[in-house]
């Protein structure tokens, strides 16, 4: 028998929509794929009883004719987002085992679409981390190796969980966040798909928050396609969270494979930094050659603020969080460390129950939101934030249709191996992925090749706003003239 | 504003006079089913946690949605104050820790509030109007509450009240006396009561102030403020200005400068006493909420809401000077609610507008003051008493007996001209049968004519004599008429 967790989601849709298989067999494969593959920790809960549960509603609906588009197709959930009666902890230890009594918009879209849920995903902690390895529940390790190496290696992060559950054949999509590259970084290390659409496509409602104004719900898949089929489902308008489009949604599906002649794509000069390898370079180079076979135009153009966007991206997101994770205080939920009086209550809940990367970032946000600093660091953050995404608006009047960067700065590093002393180290993971955070835009992380070592590398395609479509069209040339990357050996199972 | 000091206002000090300098901060909680940011009821009242949304109790992910009806509140409210009205505004957070604070913010309105400068006209006491400005009014969630008394060793908190929407209206520094104080959120509250956008209870909490005080020599610029915080009744507003006024007089005569700080009221003792200073004051670190998009409207909306306020306390008290010819103090307590200027309306119209003023004003008003009830549960109607007013002026019934019959109507009900006729209470105006009484009174009480003659005030008791011999229903004038000619005085 063929392994089902290696089909992609759109041709589990169509061997379920044409009944060759059914949803209750495909689930079990997965479940028990996702047992065997309990050293890499990408799942923080399984919920198999809850997933073959959900595997015979659908087969009943499929029976009746009553299919929706996800119909019985597992998935895997990033613990930020809230599920009804399964914990949800943002991968926090101060969450305890909190179980909320409501589903947030985006996963209640996807149940209704029929998908089935295998159990929640690994992240750092309240996403704040680029490795993973922030997570309450310990690092996620990738499905990854080097060649000739079995050093355990980061999936990226945030969505270190969702990257690695879609790489490792654990699920068949995934549920991921994006605020400053937590959905494309981790697709990039793990030779998997995924987009972080416009700001207010999706809606926020019911996910944790860390960054309100950066935030953004998004897939994770092994495809182009996949994602497309994904967030079709996933967006749209919700009263609910005011920052949210109303605007339609369209059938993504439609455009991978679209044609892709005569659209010009910008390549920002900005974005060769400084010590970028040679590998990078000539990735970046492989893919401006990908899209021009392809009857694209390549432009060179300028986003001349991208310098200031990381330093900026790591005022405006801590001091967001710092006031977003004030509701943790062991009054009402999660966990509460007593103390002799309310404040060391608050003091000693906080303390026990934020990790370090958390705390500091909660300390950094508090620093820049005070009396006598406000001015000097946020406002001139939102000040950079307004021209970077004018750098955008004016290179898309120019007539470019997409931006193609490489996704991160390098390949895949061990678990332990970067920001130990330094986080700037860590941060400077996020400096291509930012930009598109800080400006409230599409981008698109897609395999473009291996490194020497033989792990994946991605390149980001930025889009205009909610032009999420030409992303597709655009990423699925890449991903047909890169070829798929081939699938990581199954060392752990 | 630094208008020309009042002597009548200023207090005396050991080392001369001093001038209380007033600012008010009104909290006044939005008239709304639910709460400013969440479908959650405002009811008053339930059990704890009764009304409590995901939101309000701060849930992860949870976010806020603006509450269209608070808004039309706050720019009905701004329209008012003649008040600009910002139509873009923006949402900030104010942050800080308390349990009952779930969100360990407040949403709040901190650089670009919804209604800007505006101003309210104040009738005082002795007559004398001011202005008083407004700087701003800005929108907020309110806090839950904090129960300290129902475990030894815990806190209880009930998020009943956390979210729902108030209006902070700021004023200027205008006020220079607790009169000024009082008599201002008097007509602030009758303003907002009118306009339907908060009900003004106090006792409920739903208008609480925070009184800035300050106190300098006449002409001096302005002294060091300490801030009252949550005044709720106006009795306590004016007085904490006195005591806060007396205490910091007393520190600057002995030479003391006042510290910058926040004040509590005690209303037990009488006294203000500190709550923090101004370097323990939180550093709020207010940013603009990122979970909601600025607050814009068109003017056209605003204009649609114009159309639809109703007639405010300062327009019906001109009109009802202009149209029924009442008195400005008069119109001014006629328009205190607006359910008694309806009332006095009701029954002046078609009617003699200063009968009807002073039969609402001292009888009906003074009754209901007596019973301890509001106009709208009045056991006497507009029309029963507008029935009695024409009576009067009919002469149908005397003045006295117009008294009886409102007693007769406030206890008994029924239709004043019915009563009248049925209980006989008709005023005597036969001369020939007031006549024959006058004689028979002159005639039994020789001793009294003689006196009348030299001292002509005795005539009051010859006129209450016959009054009591017709059992009140003759004519007074008449009576005082026969009287006169037959005693033979002016």
Redesign the interface.
Known sequence: MTDLTQMTLAEARDAVAAKKLSSTELTKAFVDAVEKARPLNAYVLETPEKALAMAKASDERIAKGAAGPLEGLPLGIKDLYATEGTRTTACSKILGNFVPPYESTVTSQLWRDGAVMLGKLNNDEFAMGSSNETSAFGPVVSPWQRTGSNAQLVPGGSSGGSSAAVAANICLGATATDTGGSIRQPAAFTGTVGIKPTYGRCSRWGIVAFASSLDQAGPIAKTVRDNAILLRSMAGFDPKDSTSADRAVPDYEKAVGASVKGMKIGIPKEYRVDGMSAEIEALWQKGADMLRAAGAEIVEVSLPHTKYALPAYYIVAPAEASSNLARYDGVRYGVRVPGKDIVSMYENTRAEGFGKEVRRRIMIGTYVLSAGYYDAYYVRAQKIRTLIRQDFEKVYAQGINAILTPATPSAAFGIGEKGGADPVEMYLNDVFTVTVNMAGLPGIAVPGGLSAEGLPLGLQLIGRPFDEETLFSLGEVIEQAAGRVALPQRWWA | MNATVDPKKLIKGATGDWEVVIGMEIHAQVTSQSKLFSGASTEFGGDPNDHVS?VD??????????NAECVAQAIRTGLGLKAQINLRSVFD?K?Y?Y?DL????QISQYKDPIVGEGEVLVDLPDGQQITVGIERLHLEQDAGKSLHDQSPTM?F?DLNRSGVALMEIVSKPDLRSSDEARAYVTKLRTILRYLGTCDGNMEEGSLRADVNVSVRRPGEPLGTRCEIKNVNSIRFIGQAIEYEARRQIGILEDGGKIDQETRLFDPGKGETRSMRSKEEAH?Y???PD????PLEFTQAYVDELKKGLPELPDEKKARFIAAYGVTAYDAGVLVAERAGADYFEAVAKGRDGKAAANWVINELFGRLNKDGKDVTSSPVSAAQLGAIVDLIGEGTISGKLAKDLFEIVWTEGGDPKEIVETRGMKQVTDTGAIEAAVDAVIAANPDKVEQAKAKPTMIGWFVGQVMKQSGGKANPQAVNDILKAKLGIE
């Open positions: 995901l109790a701060a849930m992860p992910g949870m976010l806020p949605v603006i957070r942050n820790f349990p779930p969100q360990g913010y806190s908190v550093d670190r207010y940013f990122p979970d909601l998009l």
